[in-house]
């Protein structure tokens, strides 16, 4: 790439991480303090990517440097990029467009149980037996801001520097039942391909390698209770309750929803809360 096209993006991602409002980012007000004022430091940027401070600076300073789709999905996701700003991204740091975006697929789900989703009041979404997401509500999208922008559901709880932020207690609670679902599908259907991909990635991470490795079968979440932080909450935490359904058709798809715990234990309708909260489609 030329120096000038190398400079140039690195002066729009400084804009767009000074731009990013910390309490937009779930957990990090726990974890970092409060803020004055909008904007991410290039530090900030680092511990969220999961790449070094150093790494990060190249990018901003125009340093020739062989960036990953990794990297740069992990900035992209971070910084909360648009599409275009997205493929501007790839075009100015590796000269190519960048890998398709996620898109919900229906087909194997059918129209009515897509829209059954869209219609729910609480985060609610469709992930398939590989936990590839395919299908979410708004909702889910306030709660879970990583999803709009694509990941699999597995690879983002377990390797995603942003999910040890948001999820409280990560690693007892969150981590370990999980990689102990995914070791369990892995035994069941050690013929999936795109399973073995999703495992590959998790155990490309040290911490969650370990996890995996030690992890103890669990068959599924249903009921689990759990806390989380919410955007614009500060460091306030709030427990909420999986509920998971299948359908008929085909058990291996997994519809959670998630609803506030308070509002289940003391049998009445709360106050509602952002992110977890009833919304118009």
Same mark, same amino acid.
């Given at each position: 790439?030329?120096?000038?096209?190398?400079?140039?993006?690195g002066?729009m991602?400084?804009?767009?991480?000074?731009?990013?409002?910390?309490?937009?980012?779930?957990?990090?007000?726990a974890?970092?303090?409060?803020?004055?004022?909008?904007g991410?430091?290039?530090?900030?940027?680092g511990?969220?990517?999961?790449?070094?401070?150093?790494?990060?600076?190249?990018?901003?300073?125009?340093?020739?440097?062989?960036?990953?789709?990794?990297?740069?999905?992990?900035?992209?996701?971070?910084l909360?990029?648009?599409?275009d700003?997205?493929?501007?991204?790839?075009?100015?740091?590796v000269?190519r467009?960048?890998?398709? $975006? =996620?898109?919900? /697929?229906?087909t194997?789900?059918?129209? #009515?149980? !897509? %829209?059954?989703?869209l219609m729910? @009041?609480?985060?609610?979404?469709?992930? $398939? =037996?590989?936990? /590839?997401?395919?299908i979410?509500?708004? #909702?889910? !999208? %306030?709660?879970?801001?990583?999803? @709009?922008?694509?990941?699999?559901?597995?690879?983002?709880a377990?390797t995603r520097?942003e999910?040890?932020?948001?999820?409280?207690?990560?690693?007892?609670?969150?981590?370990?039942?999980?990689?102990?679902?995914?070791?369990?599908?892995?035994?069941?259907?050690?013929?999936?391909?795109?399973?073995?991909?999703?495992?590959?990635?998790?155990?490309?991470?040290?911490?969650?390698?370990?996890?995996?490795?030690e992890?103890?079968?669990?068959?599924?979440?249903?009921?689990?209770?759990?806390?989380?932080?919410?955007?614009?909450?500060?460091?306030?935490?709030?427990?909420?309750?999986?509920?998971?359904?299948?359908?008929?058709?085909?058990?291996?798809?997994r519809?959670?929803?998630?609803?506030?715990a308070?509002?289940?234990?003391?049998?009445?309708?709360?106050?509602?809360?952002?992110?977890?909260?009833?919304?118009?489609?």
């Open positions: 790439m030329r120096n000038e096209d190398l400079i140039a993006v002066r991602v400084r804009h767009w991480r000074e731009r990013v409002d910390p309490e937009d980012l779930p957990g990090f007000t974890r970092y303090g409060r803020r004055r004022g909008r991410l430091t290039q530090e900030d940027v511990q969220l990517t999961g790449f070094s401070a150093r790494w990060y600076s190249n990018l901003e300073r125009g340093v020739p440097t062989p960036f990953s789709d990794e990297f740069l999905d992990c900035v992209s996701r971070v909360r990029l648009t599409e700003e997205r493929l501007t991204l790839y075009t100015y740091t000269g467009t960048p890998p398709p $975006g =996620p898109q919900m /697929d229906t194997i789900i059918g129209p #009515a149980l !897509a %829209q059954f989703v729910q @009041p609480y985060p609610c979404y469709i992930s $398939g =037996p590989e936990w /590839d997401v395919h979410h509500n708004k #909702a889910a !999208a %306030q709660q879970w801001r990583w999803m @709009p922008h694509g990941d699999n559901v597995m690879l983002w377990l520097q999910a040890r932020l948001q999820l409280v207690d990560w690693e007892t609670t969150w981590a370990r039942p999980m990689a102990a679902q995914l070791h369990l599908a892995m035994r069941d259907d050690p013929n999936n391909t795109r399973l073995r991909e999703v495992v590959d990635e998790v155990r490309k991470d040290d911490v969650a390698r370990r996890i995996y490795d992890s103890l079968a669990k068959v599924h979440p249903d009921g689990s209770r759990r806390r989380v932080y919410l955007p614009h909450h500060h460091d306030k935490e709030f427990e909420v309750i999986f509920l998971c359904f299948s359908p008929m058709r085909d058990p291996r798809y519809m959670m929803a998630v609803v506030p308070d509002e289940c234990d003391n049998e009445r309708f709360a106050v509602p809360v952002p992110g977890l909260v009833p919304t118009a489609n």
